[in-house]
């Protein structure tokens, strides 16, 4: 299989941080999307930034910016589905979401999750801890996007029911500490600053 794109989901409203973009708040003195980008990139065919709203802000990154095309915020399927458009006018055959609030994930999350993934027609698969799914780090096939857009019309929200549908994997990560911890309050950011 050729090496899926990547596409980094940044499209939320960020409530509990009071608004505004999370993957922009600085973490080790630059934005935090930055240290997601370095994470990505190096595992994937081409990077884009799903995020609403004026894509200027995101200009000094250099990455393609795709909007959902699902009206009034329908949460992170919205974003996979805006990832899996643009890929498929890029020419992939898949893509690999990781959040732009999670700066810690693995540097062999792509791997892992395309090992998981190995003999199914239409490779679909979210990573796993012993606390559940990671509903936001999943590998899609481009296959599925009309398939997942039926569904987002039909009022589909959960990433792990449209995951469940399709016979989706599931790719194990344990080790130390949460690979997949993610930024929701200040005290948040503040915990991420200390485990740098």
Not at 72 to 82: D, E, K, R, T, Y
Not at 112 to 125: D, N, Q, S, V, Y
């Amino acid at each position: 299989m050729k090496q899926p794109a990547g596409v980094i989901l940044a499209g939320g409203q960020a409530t509990r941080m009071g608004g505004g973009d999370k993957c922009l708040l600085p973490l080790g003195g630059a934005p935090m999307l930055e240290g997601v980008v370095a994470r990505l990139q190096p595992q994937v065919a081409a990077l884009a930034l799903n995020a609403n709203g004026d894509a200027s802000r995101f200009a000094g990154f250099g990455l393609p910016v795709v909007a959902d095309s699902v009206a009034g915020f329908a949460g992170p399927l919205a974003g996979v589905l805006a990832g899996l458009d643009w890929a498929a006018g890029q020419g992939h055959e898949s893509i690999v979401t990781a959040a732009g609030d999670t700066p810690f994930f693995p540097l062999d999350l792509v791997a892992r999750l395309l090992a998981a993934t190995e003999g199914m027609a239409h490779p679909l698969a979210l990573a796993g801890t012993p606390d559940g799914r990671q509903p936001t780090f999943g590998l899609w096939p481009v296959a599925l996007r009309d398939d997942l857009r039926a569904a987002l019309a039909g009022g589909l929200r959960r990433v792990v029911m449209g995951s469940d549908t399709h016979g989706g994997r599931v790719a194990e990560f344990g080790g130390a500490g949460d690979p997949f911890f993610n930024i929701n309050t200040p005290e948040d950011l503040a915990t991420a600053e200390a485990r740098l």
